[in-house]
């Protein structure tokens, strides 16, 4: 009855430590730092290269003039001065458009306009156009179709010409010409 008594009483206290409160309490996140401030580049402009000085070669003395003491042999006349020749005529600029295949470096063939390709319509067109200062095509063009290519067409071909001559890098400040040919292939 003891063992009984020591343990019901002790079993007391060991309830009265359970049924005590506990407190639980929710502790939100503290709020995330703000976000650091954007970093400023500072630009420091660099300083200009100084400039390299003119080369400005040595000054070299000439050698000294060393007079000879010798005695005059035989005088002979000095022979009558030729007229100097005529220079030759100076080339003229080319009047009217050269070819451009002679005066580009690059050169770039026009698609095929599908339409006209479909109905199998072939023939030449010849174009004269002018090149700016930047060895560019200047948008300056006169087309010349030949007698295959119905008119209803040309308008293609001219376009797909003018995409061409776009890619064009030909001496400045000409004035070209150039033949297009399309034909059909044989298949063969």
Same mark, same amino acid.
């Given at each position: 009855v003891l063992i009984y008594a020591l343990a019901t009483g002790l079993a007391q206290g060991v309830?009265?430590?359970i049924q005590q409160k506990v407190e639980v309490s929710v502790i939100s996140e503290p709020p995330p730092?703000?976000?650091?401030?954007?970093k400023i580049e500072k630009v420091v402009p660099q300083a200009a290269p100084p400039k390299p000085e003119a080369y400005v070669p040595p000054v070299v003395n000439p050698p000294p003039m060393v007079q000879s003491q010798n005695a005059i042999q035989s005088v002979t006349s000095d022979p009558k001065p030729q007229p100097a020749?005529?220079?030759a005529p100076v080339a003229e600029a080319p009047?009217?458009?050269v070819s451009a295949? &002679?005066?580009c470096s690059h050169l770039e063939n026009p698609e095929y306009p599908a339409k006209a390709q479909e109905d199998e319509i072939q023939g030449v067109v010849n174009v004269v156009f002018s090149v700016g200062g930047n060895g560019k095509y200047s948008g300056d063009a006169s087309f010349s179709f030949g007698g295959d290519i119905p008119p209803r067409y040309r308008s293609a071909f001219k376009a797909a010409i003018t995409? &061409?001559?776009q890619g064009y890098a030909c001496q400045a400040n000409s004035q070209l010409k150039q033949e297009f040919g399309f034909k059909?292939?044989?298949g063969s």
């Amino acid at each position: 009855v003891l063992i009984y008594a020591l343990a019901t009483g002790l079993a007391q206290g060991v309830v009265k430590v359970i049924q005590q409160k506990v407190e639980v309490s929710v502790i939100s996140e503290p709020p995330p730092p703000p976000p650091p401030p954007p970093k400023i580049e500072k630009v420091v402009p660099q300083a200009a290269p100084p400039k390299p000085e003119a080369y400005v070669p040595p000054v070299v003395n000439p050698p000294p003039m060393v007079q000879s003491q010798n005695a005059i042999q035989s005088v002979t006349s000095d022979p009558k001065p030729q007229p100097a020749p005529t220079p030759a005529p100076v080339a003229e600029a080319p009047k009217g458009p050269v070819s451009a295949k &002679a005066n580009c470096s690059h050169l770039e063939n026009p698609e095929y306009p599908a339409k006209a390709q479909e109905d199998e319509i072939q023939g030449v067109v010849n174009v004269v156009f002018s090149v700016g200062g930047n060895g560019k095509y200047s948008g300056d063009a006169s087309f010349s179709f030949g007698g295959d290519i119905p008119p209803r067409y040309r308008s293609a071909f001219k376009a797909a010409i003018t995409s &061409a001559l776009q890619g064009y890098a030909c001496q400045a400040n000409s004035q070209l010409k150039q033949e297009f040919g399309f034909k059909m292939d044989s298949g063969s």
